[in-house]
């Protein structure tokens, strides 16, 4: 027997007022829609959560209302009429039908040059491309879709902080399936990786930074079109920010030998989600080096490897000992602000020295820190001077206390002469009346 | 006759008379010091003048100054405009300088890219770099923070 429609007052009367608290950012909804005054007030979370959700979603503000992907008549109050095949009522879409029935509007390119001429219109394209649409093609209803990272009937502006697709928040919208063990139970990928990426120096300058140009997941995976880079393009997908080290990479030794061996540039040293902060421990031939992992002790690689991190190490030293000169005569009231900014050359070599390292030549590193280091000599002369000279003035104080102390004692000296003397000027005086 | 009396009393006078020499030395020495400054005095850090004259600058360049410890970066645009920016890169903090052939303001260290309104246009660096005010006053350059 087919469900009659049953007006339910208490809850109609209690629609507007449901809606309240989400009036601020919400958009003005139309008064007659049946879809959101039934699916309000039926007390079933599960279909009153797209009536709930919806005043947020960004399509309701453009004036796209739920007949526009569910088909129906949303201004008939009986539920048969507004929910009939004669009215193109299809309900809720199949998993597989979502990205063309997004598509239907999102890769309109007319269409949507109505809303934001700048809007991308290739998605949909781009989606079937990914790892998601290959396998929602080959029929896997767990395969992700639109919605899946959109939030369905949510959807904000991807400028919205709020939105699932904001920076921020794309690794805990993958990590919804990709961090969940019991989801991807068969796929057989690790399903470490979100905790992993939040261990790692990229989501570090993302949120705590607020650096929104960090990469999050889907800028080195592709947003529609996600994929695992291949072996052959991580050189290229690191070096879309890090071009400098990309580029060294590419002239080094290393280009050949880990093509020939399988490896990825980039990850096979700085790991891929887990990226964390270098640091030059990381060049070298003690245990933390990522060099060992491959060349042996007194190979020729292992060699190079020494004479780069002792080339580092070098400046580095320099470097801080220069440092360490200028602040103590910064301190001591000495004027060395021009050392301080010609050491800026020195902290210049010893950054392009150490993304010079991904050349992987000892001689052209020391070329570098030898010019670093001949900056630092300078600054360091300098602070030097600057400490002699606190010194001179020091020596001059004590010197000038020295000749204070003499000139009192001469005077009290002195008294005691005059005083002596006019003593024995009386006593003569006295005798000789 | 040089009695002990008058050889001490000639050794007391010599020692004040000398103390006080070197008292008044030893005293205006390190005024004189102090009233004439350092070689190279630390610039207001609200402004700076450059050393350089506005016709000196030529069009579509760059000059590296010195704002405090930092330095600081002239650019006269192809359009004849002076801008003035920290030329302190927001990356990793080196000193960024101007590429005539591609009009931009760029750091070698890790190829970070700023157009040339101090915006990040590419490579590493997060954050636009930090605008001065440049103004002609004269015939000098004046650069001053809080453009």
Redesign the interface.
């Known amino acids: 027997m087919p469900r009659r429609w049953r007006p339910l007052p208490i809850s109609l009367l209690a629609v507007p007022f449901l809606f309240l608290a989400d009036q601020v950012e919400a958009q003005k909804l139309p008064e007659e829609n049946s879809c959101l005054q039934c699916h309000q007030g039926l007390g079933d979370p599960r279909v009153m959560s797209p009536a709930e959700k919806f005043p947020q979603d960004i399509h309701g503000s453009k004036g796209i209302f739920c007949q526009d992907c569910h088909g129906g008549d949303p201004a008939s109050l009986d539920p048969q009429q507004a929910m009939s095949r004669a009215k193109k009522f299809v309900g809720k879409p199949r998993h597989q039908a979502i990205p063309a029935l997004c598509g239907k509007c999102h890769s309109d390119a007319d269409y949507m040059k109505r809303f934001n001429p700048t809007l991308r219109v290739d998605q949909v394209q781009e989606y079937l491309t990914s790892v998601h649409g290959k396998r929602l093609k080959q029929g896997d209803q767990k395969a992700a879709t639109c919605i899946s990272c959109h939030d369905v009937h949510r959807i904000r502006a991807i400028k919205d902080q709020q939105a699932w697709t904001y920076p921020v928040k794309v690794v805990d919208t993958c990590g919804r399936c990709h961090g969940d063990p019991k989801y991807m139970a068969g796929y057989k990928i690790p399903t470490d990786v979100v905790a992993k990426y939040k261990q790692s120096v990229h989501y570090e300058?993302l949120t705590k930074?607020g650096?929104l140009?960090?990469p999050t997941c889907n800028v080195c995976h592709g947003n529609h079109g996600a994929t695992p880079p291949g072996v052959g393009s991580v050189a290229n997908v690191c070096g879309t920010?890090?071009?400098?080290?990309a580029?060294f990479f590419a002239k080094s030794p290393h280009q050949q030998a880990f093509a020939s061996m399988g490896l990825a540039p980039c990850v096979t040293c700085h790991s891929n989600h887990d990226v964390v902060k270098t640091g030059d421990e990381m060049v070298g031939t003690t245990d933390k080096a990522v060099c060992v992992t491959c060349h042996q002790a007194d190979s020729g690689g292992f060699r190079q490897a020494a004479a780069m991190r002792a080339s580092l190490d070098g400046l580095r030293e320099s470097l801080t000992r220069a440092t360490a000169v200028l602040d103590q005569a910064e301190h001591a009231g000495m004027?060395i602000?021009?050392a301080?900014?010609e050491l800026?050359?020195a902290?210049?070599a010893l950054?392009?020295a150490r993304?010079a390292i991904h050349l992987a030549d000892a001689a052209a590193i020391q070329k570098l820190t030898e010019e670093g280091k001949q900056i630092t000599a300078v600054a360091h002369a300098k602070g030097l001077k600057a400490l002699e000279d606190l010194l001179f003035?020091h020596r001059?104080?004590w010197?000038?206390v020295g000749?204070?102390v003499?000139?009192i004692?001469?005077?009290v000296?002195?008294i005691r002469?005059i005083d002596q003397r006019r003593h024995q000027e009386r006593a003569a005086d006295r005798r000789s009346t | 006759m040089n009695t002990p009396t008058n050889s001490r009393r000639g050794f007391v006078n010599c020692l004040l008379g000398g103390g006080f020499g070197a008292m008044v030395v030893s005293v205006l020495y390190p005024v004189v010091r102090y009233i004439i400054p350092p070689k190279s005095g630390e610039p207001t850090i609200a402004n700076v003048t450059l050393p350089w004259k506005p016709n000196e600058i030529r069009v579509n360049s760059g000059r590296i100054f010195r704002f405090g410890n930092q330095p600081g970066i002239l650019v006269k645009t192809p359009a004849g405009e002076l801008r003035a920016f920290n030329a302190v890169c927001t990356h990793l903090n080196c000193t960024v300088q101007y590429r005539e052939e591609k009009q931009d303001i760029w750091c070698a260290c890790h190829n970070g890219v700023y157009d040339l309104n101090g915006k990040n246009v590419s490579g590493p660096p997060p954050r636009p770099l930090e605008t001065y005010k440049a103004f002609v006053k004269g015939e000098q350059i004046v650069v001053s923070k809080g453009a």
């Open positions: 300058a930074k650096d140009s960090a920010c890090h071009s400098v080290p580029e004027e602000s021009q301080r900014f800026r050359g902290s210049d950054l392009k993304a003035r001059g104080l010197v000038s000749i204070i003499l000139v004692v001469g005077l000296l002195k002469e």
